[in-house]
């Protein structure tokens, strides 16, 4: 199956870059435009403070203190007065407390430092200081206390003049606090609007930068990735021959042309598979053919062959039985060489076809305790344990999923050779089990001849003999039979050849059912 050659990848910077560097270059712009917007905003902040702490932290309080002084300076003369009508001490109070406050209002404004009020503040505190010394302290000085004046001992047109020239200087004063307290607040205000118009105006840029990085990411890694997508599930949905031909970032384009690489191995991959199943296919139809011929095989030798070889079994028995004796010995021999073959002929066919059965005619596997079926093989046996004085004892074996004819079959198998190899003391078998991985483990022990572990696989193939037949009766292929039982339920069988004073076979069968 052809495919086709993959588009022209796109050329610049947005190929040159993988979508990491890509989004980094992305996020770039806006992180810059935040970062402006915080520089910008903590100096206009800065600036806002700045001019914030200088309204509230200085002309306010100033203004303030200004007020307090012209206050101050009011009880002053009205105490002065008083107490020249009057020439009552109680009268000189507030002269007193009004000395006091100015003092400290005009500590309080040196303090301050209200720009370009330096001069006027200078000129208030020395027209203060001289009318305190030409106008008040005079004054107070001249009343005799308890007798009240008549008439002033200052010049009045002069305490005057000298007063208004205070309040003269102190409106000065307040005025040049008030210019300034003006011009803060207006600068202030502007502080204020140009933040607001700067935030704004960041704000608008980064907006606008993260709609364009939005826009370019969409267009540069979402729109490659959504077409791959789209012909990444149409080469799913069975179109192998659609191929993958993308633009974008480097990383994506690679990724396409690892897509790409890959659908063209399944491609390769399915016509390799479909040859195989093709093959497959035909090896199936000749092995169903092979079956049926094999069938057809056993058969014919379970009754076409079987049919003769009882004839010449039959009539080979009965030349034995009305010519023996009459003959000479050869010629009897030659009748019993006859007879056995033809005995053993049918013992090897009927051999045969049990183990062409196993696993070609599937019964049904039931769930059932081995040890019965352990017990079972050991009744079918009596005879020859009795004639051999041997015994069987059978541990506590598990339930499992079997066929249960098969799996009687290992048993007696495995328990008649035990018997048949028996040595100079009378056999006798063991059958424990256990648990190995997942797997019943069962094993069958005896106390016979043993086997060599040079042949712990040989005695499994069916046929292989290590004795004679004039030792051992037997047609060898109770073993094999016993190893395509086992791996027909899915276990295993072999000799231990680490156990001594005998041979002990070991097979497993699986725990669960379903394993079946």
């Given at each position: 199956?052809?495919?086709?050659?993959?588009?022209?990848h796109a050329?610049?910077?947005?190929?040159?870059?993988?979508?990491?560097?890509?989004l980094?270059?992305?996020?770039?712009?806006?992180?810059?435009i935040?970062?402006?917007?915080v520089?910008?905003?903590?100096?206009?902040?800065?600036?806002?403070s700045?001019?914030?702490?200088e309204?509230?932290?200085?002309?306010?309080?100033a203004?303030?203190?200004?007020?307090?002084?012209?206050t101050?300076?009011?009880?002053?003369?009205?105490?002065?007065?008083?107490?020249?009508l009057?020439?009552?001490?109680?009268?000189?109070?507030?002269?007193?407390?009004?000395?006091?406050?100015?003092?400290?209002a005009?500590?309080?404004?040196r303090?301050?430092?209200?720009?370009?009020?330096?001069a006027a503040l200078?000129?208030?505190?020395?027209?203060?200081?001289?009318?305190?010394?030409?106008?008040?302290?005079?004054?107070?000085?001249?009343?005799l206390?308890?007798?009240?004046?008549?008439?002033a001992?200052?010049?009045?047109v002069?305490?005057k003049?000298?007063?208004?020239?205070?309040?003269?200087?102190?409106?000065?004063?307040?005025?040049?606090?008030?210019?300034?307290?003006?011009?803060?607040?207006h600068?202030?205000?502007?502080?204020?609007?140009?933040?607001?118009?700067?935030?704004?105006?960041?704000?608008?840029?980064?907006?606008l930068?993260?709609?364009?990085?939005?826009?370019?990411?969409?267009?540069?890694?979402?729109?490659?990735?959504?077409?791959?997508?789209?012909?990444?599930?149409?080469?799913?949905?069975?179109?192998?021959?659609h191929?993958?031909?993308?633009?974008?970032?480097?990383?994506?384009?690679?990724?396409?042309?690892d897509?790409?690489?890959?659908?063209?191995?399944?491609?390769r991959?399915?016509?390799?598979?479909?040859?195989?199943?093709?093959?497959?296919?035909?090896?199936?139809d000749?092995?169903?053919?092979?079956?049926?011929?094999?069938?057809?095989?056993?058969?014919v030798?379970s009754?076409?062959?079987?049919?003769?070889?009882?004839?010449?079994?039959?009539?080979?028995q009965?030349?034995?039985?009305r010519?023996?004796?009459?003959?000479?010995e050869?010629?009897?021999?030659y009748?019993?060489?006859?007879?056995?073959?033809a005995?053993?002929?049918?013992?090897?066919?009927?051999?045969?076809?049990?183990?062409?059965?196993v696993?070609?005619?599937?019964?049904?596997?039931?769930?059932?305790?081995?040890?019965?079926l352990a017990?079972?093989?050991?009744?079918?046996?009596?005879?020859?344990?009795?004639?051999?004085?041997?015994s069987?004892?059978?541990?506590?074996?598990?339930?499992?999923?079997?066929?249960?004819t098969?799996m009687r079959?290992?048993?007696?198998?495995?328990?008649?050779?035990?018997?048949?190899?028996?040595?100079?003391?009378?056999?006798?078998?063991?059958?424990?089990?256990?648990?190995?991985?997942?797997h019943?483990?069962?094993?069958v022990?005896?106390?016979?001849?043993?086997?060599?572990?040079?042949?712990?696989e040989?005695?499994?193939?069916?046929?292989?003999?290590?004795?004679?037949?004039?030792?051992?009766?037997?047609?060898g292929?109770?073993?094999?039979?016993?190893?395509?039982?086992?791996?027909?339920?899915?276990?295993?069988?072999?000799?231990?050849?680490?156990?001594?004073?005998?041979?002990?076979?070991?097979f497993?069968?699986?725990?669960?059912?379903?394993?079946?």
């Amino acid at each position: 199956m052809a495919s086709p050659e993959p588009g022209p990848h796109a050329h610049g910077l947005t190929a040159r870059l993988r979508v990491g560097q890509l989004l980094a270059l992305v996020a770039i712009v806006p992180l810059a435009i935040v970062l402006a917007a915080v520089a910008v905003g903590i100096v206009t902040l800065s600036n806002q403070s700045d001019v914030r702490s200088e309204l509230l932290d200085r002309l306010e309080p100033a203004n303030l203190a200004a007020s307090q002084l012209a206050t101050a300076l009011v009880d002053q003369e009205t105490g002065v007065r008083g107490y020249e009508l009057a020439a009552l001490p109680e009268f000189l109070q507030p002269f007193t407390s009004g000395t006091a406050t100015a003092a400290r209002a005009l500590s309080e404004l040196r303090r301050y430092r209200v720009p370009g009020s330096g001069a006027a503040l200078a000129l208030v505190a020395a027209r203060v200081a001289a009318w305190r010394a030409s106008v008040a302290l005079p004054a107070i000085r001249r009343v005799l206390p308890g007798h009240p004046s008549s008439k002033a001992a200052v010049d009045a047109v002069r305490a005057k003049h000298l007063f208004d020239a205070i309040r003269s200087a102190l409106a000065a004063l307040q005025s040049r606090i008030a210019n300034r307290v003006t011009i803060v607040r207006h600068h202030l205000d502007g502080a204020a609007r140009t933040t607001t118009a700067t935030l704004t105006v960041i704000g608008v840029i980064l907006l606008l930068a993260v709609l364009g990085a939005s826009l370019m990411l969409q267009r540069t890694i979402n729109r490659p990735l959504a077409r791959l997508s789209r012909a990444a599930r149409r080469v799913s949905g069975g179109e192998l021959s659609h191929g993958f031909e993308l633009d974008g970032p480097r990383d994506i384009v690679q990724l396409a042309d690892d897509v790409e690489a890959m659908r063209v191995r399944l491609v390769r991959e399915l016509s390799t598979a479909e040859h195989a199943r093709a093959q497959l296919a035909a090896t199936a139809d000749d092995l169903r053919r092979s079956n049926a011929e094999l069938e057809q095989f056993a058969y014919v030798a379970s009754h076409d062959l079987q049919e003769p070889l009882r004839k010449v079994t039959s009539f080979c028995q009965l030349l034995q039985q009305r010519y023996g004796g009459e003959l000479d010995e050869r010629a009897d021999q030659y009748i019993e060489f006859a007879v056995d073959g033809a005995k053993r002929m049918q013992e090897l066919i009927n051999d045969l076809l049990a183990f062409s059965r196993v696993g070609r005619i599937v019964g049904h596997r039931v769930s059932v305790p081995l040890g019965s079926l352990a017990e079972a093989a050991v009744a079918d046996l009596t005879t020859t344990l009795t004639a051999t004085g041997g015994s069987v004892s059978v541990g506590e074996l598990p339930e499992a999923a079997v066929e249960p004819t098969l799996m009687r079959t290992v048993f007696q198998n495995l328990i008649a050779n035990a018997i048949k190899f028996h040595s100079d003391e009378p056999p006798r078998v063991r059958i424990d089990s256990g648990r190995e991985q997942g797997h019943w483990l069962i094993t069958v022990a005896d106390n016979g001849i043993g086997i060599e572990s040079e042949y712990a696989e040989r005695i499994f193939v069916i046929f292989q003999r290590l004795h004679g037949r004039a030792s051992y009766e037997g047609t060898g292929i109770g073993l094999a039979m016993c190893r395509k039982v086992i791996e027909y339920h899915g276990g295993r069988i072999w000799l231990d050849t680490e156990y001594t004073g005998g041979a002990r076979f070991c097979f497993t069968l699986p725990v669960d059912a379903g394993d079946f």
